[in-house]
């Protein structure tokens, strides 16, 4: 914490407490003060200024990281204290400044507008619109002496990372997890990037065995099934429902449709034989991007230039492997982007279509593809556990809300109006997408290419 005129104090995370007060609530630490940030504009005149708060000048923000302290100055001027306790009574250690977020010209204009992390990740944010992300392998290579801002040949490297999605694009803060962050834009919409630990949804994009590979993840192939996106590859989290029935829908067809299938293979993990053990990376990226563009689209004719969307996202967290978000719901407008995307029928007509589909493939009945035996188990194992997830949900009740909710539904009906027992959406007749690659080769399949 900043405190006036004294600086930025500190304290161990397990501090030992002491009482020297006979009220029950008062509780005191030992703390430690960050040298040299006590300088303050309104007390400059009251008492002289040292060399060193004359060289780091006023904080003007300061977050606490994993055994370090990282602040910015008035002066524009990036500093990071490792935060020892106790600090030695003689010759404390000075903050050491961070350089190497600075322009490499002196005359290309650098303002710090804010700073902002935790445990191991910060961002600096320029009054440009730019956004520069650290890291603690930087802070530890700063403090060791051993930066090197020539070193550019490693990516691994930890130089300041620039995202180019981040810059100027109006991005209002940034919430950071161990191994993901969330940023936030001005118009209420947040992108994740990172990796999501043992498929626990970190990202907010799905699973690496569900939706998750159409929003681009990949999983490692391990037993952790971690996913991950490209380096500096983001992805908006969708809160609309109908968006996650249509990746869901997307992904049954992808497995389960005779033309899709090998385009399938090359996007989801499979569980087969060791060809489809593996995602193909290209064809990854490629559909995540498709979605992405599609996304983008999906409130197109329903919502006006400069109109808030159906969710807007007022504020987005993050810590260890979770992601959070206070969202703000507009409920008339979700129900007119549903109609957007909806195509009600009644079971004569899904009969008629069903019918017709069927003479359309050459015969009167209908066909399927003959899996293999270890696909045929790996199915069966599968419905077994959702056959046990099902008795769950009946042991904790949820079936049963379901059905109620259900039922609600139908009794909203009016009176006199014909039931639709059978509801599809605008992309129940659209195909698995097939596209062309970041490597140039293109998806297998017969229908055309999308764009």
Not at 256 to 268: C, D, F, H, I, Q
Not at 359 to 371: K, P
Not at 372 to 398: C, E, T, V, Y
Request: with cysteine; hydrophobic share 35%; net charge negative.
């Amino acid at each position: 914490m900043y405190v006036g005129g004294t600086g930025i104090v500190y304290w161990p995370h397990d501090p030992p407490l002491r009482s020297e007060s006979h009220e029950a609530d008062a509780i005191l630490v030992d703390t430690a003060t960050v040298p040299g940030t006590g300088f303050s504009a309104s007390t400059a005149n009251d008492r002289g200024l040292g060399p060193l708060e004359s060289r780091i000048g006023q904080v003007t923000h300061h977050i606490m990281l994993e055994n370090f302290v990282v602040f910015t100055t008035d002066s524009n001027k990036i500093f990071c204290y490792q935060a020892d306790f106790p600090l030695p009574v003689i010759d404390p250690p000075e903050p050491i400044e961070i350089t190497a977020f600075y322009p490499t010209s002196p005359t290309e204009p650098f303002a710090i507008r804010d700073l902002q992390g935790s445990f191991r990740s910060f961002a600096i944010f320029t009054s440009s619109g730019g956004v520069l992300l650290g890291s603690r392998a930087l802070i530890d290579a700063v403090c060791s002496g051993t930066y090197d801002p020539t070193a550019t040949g490693d990516p691994s490297y930890p130089h300041p990372r620039i995202i180019p999605a981040l810059q100027n694009n109006q991005i209002t803060s940034i919430a950071f997890g161990d191994h993901h962050f969330q940023a936030l834009r001005l118009d209420g919409t947040i992108f994740a990037y990172g990796a999501d630990p043992q498929n626990c949804g970190a990202l907010g994009l799905g699973f690496v065995d569900g939706t998750g590979p159409l929003r681009g993840l990949l999983a490692n192939g391990g037993f952790s099934a971690d996913g991950t996106l490209g380096r500096n590859v983001g992805r908006q989290v969708w809160f609309d429902p109908t968006m996650h029935l249509w990746l869901a829908e997307m992904k049954e067809k992808a497995g389960m449709e005779g033309e899709a299938k090998a385009r399938g293979n090359l996007v989801l993990p499979g569980r087969g034989d060791e060809h489809r053990r593996r995602q193909h990376p290209p064809a990854v990226r490629a559909t995540g991007d498709w979605f992405e563009r599609k996304g983008a689209e999906w409130e197109d004719g329903i919502k006006r230039a400069g109109e808030m969307g159906s969710f807007f996202v007022l504020k987005a967290a993050a810590a260890g492997w979770h992601s959070a978000a206070l969202v703000l719901v507009d409920d008339e407008m979700v129900e007119k982007v549903r109609q957007k995307h909806v195509r009600s029928v009644t079971p004569r007509e899904e009969e008629g279509e069903a019918k017709k589909a069927a003479e359309d493939d050459g015969h009167g009945g209908t066909w399927e593809d003959i899996d293999a035996p270890w696909d045929q188990l790996s199915k069966a194992f599968w419905g077994l556990a959702g056959w046990l997830m099902q008795i769950g949900r009946r042991f904790l009740g949820l079936s049963q809300r379901e059905q109620a909710a259900v039922v609600a539904d139908e009794g909203n009906a009016s009176e006199g109006e014909e039931k639709v027992d059978v509801v599809r959406y605008t992309w129940s007749d659209e195909p698995f997408p097939r596209l062309r690659m970041d490597d140039g080769e293109v998806m297998p399949g017969e229908i055309e290419l999308m764009d």
